[in-house]
């Protein structure tokens, strides 16, 4: 049996580019939930013009459902487990946190000085607005308590290259008996 892992934190974190080299590393391919929805619905930014960042929460949740594999999948996937990279708002509902409950779920913790490099033209992210790194730094200052309290573990990335991370992430899986 393979307990997913799941990758949480801020916009920016590393969610994504640490999630597919973790899954290189495991042999398996990353499940990026924008990724989906994005299939699915269209850009982020045109769902949120659309549909308001409520829509776009509800298709983050289905999609959730949907990439958290069952009981019985997970028993029939002896050797790689799932890679699930998040959404940075993915923690706010309390269906979503029930969710990530069934796996090994790794916080990635960073701040606004590592951040600011990544975001600053960023067109990506519509809650960022024309102010990135100040609505980023409020945003995560109002999740992360969440993001805490719903982490495993919590892998501290300041200063260190997406490499580096996923091979953390996997020490502590296998550290967990995983
Ligand atoms: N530890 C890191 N060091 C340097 N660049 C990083 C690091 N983590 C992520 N990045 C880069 O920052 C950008 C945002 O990362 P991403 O994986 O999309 O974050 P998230 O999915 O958490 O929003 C990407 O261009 C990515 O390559
Ligand atoms: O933190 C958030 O509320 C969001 C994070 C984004 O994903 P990343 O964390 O991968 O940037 C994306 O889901 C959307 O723009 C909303
Ligand atoms: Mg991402």
């Given at each position: 049996m393979s307990t997913p892992i799941f990758l949480i934190g801020p916009m920016a974190s590393g969610k994504s580019a640490v999630g597919a080299l973790l899954a290189g590393l495991l042999g398996t391919t990353l499940i990026d939930t924008d990724a989906r929805v994005i299939a699915a619905h269209g850009s982020i930014p045109e769902i949120f013009a659309a549909h308001g960042e409520a829509g776009f929460r509800r298709f983050e949740s289905e999609v959730m459902a949907a990439a958290v594999p069952t009981q019985a999948q997970r028993e029939?996937?002896?050797t790689?487990?799932?890679v699930v990279a998040t959404g940075g708002g993915s923690v706010l509902a309390e269906a979503n946190r029930e969710l990530l409950a069934h796996g090994f779920c790794?916080?990635?913790l960073t701040d606004e000085a590592d951040v600011a490099q990544?975001?600053?033209a960023d067109t990506t992210r519509p809650l960022l607005g024309s102010n990135p790194l100040e609505a980023w730094a409020r945003i995560f200052?109002?999740?992360s308590d969440l993001y805490e309290r719903t982490a495993t573990?919590?892998?501290d990335t300041r200063g260190k290259r997406p490499?580096?991370?996923a091979g953390a992430i996997l020490a502590a899986y296998r550290d967990a008996g995983h």
């Open positions: 029939a996937r002896a790689a487990p799932a790794v916080y990635l990544r975001i600053g200052a109002m999740r573990v919590i892998i490499g580096q991370i």
